[in-house]
Nanobody
Framework: QVQLVESGGGEVQAGGSLRLSCAASSSIFNRSPMGWYRQAPGKHNEKVAHVEPTGEAEYLDPVKGRFAATIDNAGNKAYLQMNNLKPEDTAMYYC??????????WGRGTQVTVSS
C-alpha cells in the first residue's frame, strides 16, 4: 500500500503560479509512472500530466507550456509547477501512480482556485 499526499494548493489570481507537491510513502515514482489529474465541479476528471520514471512528461493540450511536472531523484516526491494560471484551471488536483495504464493509488487532492 502506498500513501500519496498532495499539498500546495490555494487561491491565486489569474496569471499567478502555484507549485503542487505529491509526497509518497515509498520511492514509487522511480518505479511507476505517475499522473496529475484534476476535477472541476460538474466536469469529468481529466489527466493533465503524465510522468514516466525517467522524468519524461506529457501534458494535456490546455496546459502545455504553462505546467511542468517533475519527480525528485529519490523517487518519493513529485511536483506540478503551474504558471500563468487561468480561471478554467480551478479544480481539485490529485496525484496518482499508474500500473499497466491504470491508476493504482490516488492521493486525496488539493484545491486550486484561480480568480479572474
Amino acid at each position: 500500500q502506498v500513501q500519496l499526499v498532495e499539498s500546495g494548493g490555494g487561491e491565486v489570481q489569474a496569471g499567478g503560479s502555484l507549485r503542487l507537491s505529491c509526497a509518497a510513502s515509498s520511492s514509487i515514482f522511480n518505479r511507476s509512472p505517475m499522473g496529475w489529474y484534476r476535477q472541476a465541479p460538474g466536469k469529468h476528471n481529466e489527466k493533465v500530466a503524465h510522468v514516466e520514471p525517467t522524468g519524461e512528461a506529457e501534458y494535456l493540450d490546455p496546459v502545455k507550456g504553462r505546467f511542468a511536472a517533475t519527480i525528485d531523484n529519490a523517487g518519493n516526491k513529485a511536483y506540478l509547477q503551474m504558471n500563468n494560471l487561468k480561471p478554467e484551471d480551478t479544480a481539485m488536483y490529485y496525484c496518482a501512480t499508474l500500473r499497466f495504464g491504470r491508476v493504482e493509488y490516488w492521493g486525496r487532492g488539493t484545491q486550486v482556485t484561480v480568480s479572474s
